[in-house]
C-alpha cells in the first residue's frame, strides 16, 4: 500500500501551462510503475500518461502527446505532469496512481490519489 496527494491544480486560460506533483509516503514508491489519469465531469476516467519505475520509458494518451510531460525523482517520492498548450477540454479532476507497469487503461492501475482540479477558461 503507498499514500498518494497530488497537488499543483488551479485555474488557467487556454494556452496556458501547470506542473502537478504527486508525492508518495511509502517506502516501495521506487517499485512502481505510476501513471496521470482525469476525469471530467459526466466522462469515464481517461488515461493521459505513463511512466516505469526508473523513468526509462513513457508513454502518453494521444490526446495530450508533445503537450504533457510525465516525468519522477524517486529520491523525492514524487512523480510530476508538466502540462503546456492547455485546452479547455483539458478540464477535469486529475489523478496520480501505481501501476505495476506503465498501462494505458483506468483498470490497470492500484492506488490512487485523491485527485486535484484543473479548470481551463477559453
Known amino acids: 500500500q503507498v499514500q498518494l496527494v497530488e497537488s499543483g491544480g488551479g485555474l488557467v486560460q487556454a494556452g496556458g501551462s501547470l506542473r502537478l506533483s504527486c508525492a508518495a509516503s511509502?517506502?516501495?514508491?521506487?517499485?512502481?510503475?505510476m501513471g496521470w489519469l482525469r476525469q471530467a465531469p459526466g466522462k469515464e476516467r481517461e488515461f493521459l500518461a505513463a511512466i516505469s519505475w526508473n523513468g526509462g520509458f513513457t508513454r502518453y494518451a494521444d490526446s495530450v502527446k508533445g503537450r504533457f510531460t510525465i516525468s519522477r525523482d524517486n529520491a523525492k517520492n514524487t512523480v510530476y505532469l508538466q502540462m503546456n498548450s492547455l485546452k479547455s477540454e483539458d478540464t477535469a479532476v486529475y489523478y496520480c496512481a501505481t501501476s505495476q507497469i506503465p498501462a494505458t487503461q483506468t483498470r490497470g492501475y492500484d492506488y490512487w490519489g485523491q485527485g486535484t482540479q484543473v479548470s481551463v477558461s477559453s
Open positions: 511509502g517506502r516501495t514508491f521506487s517499485s512502481y510503475a
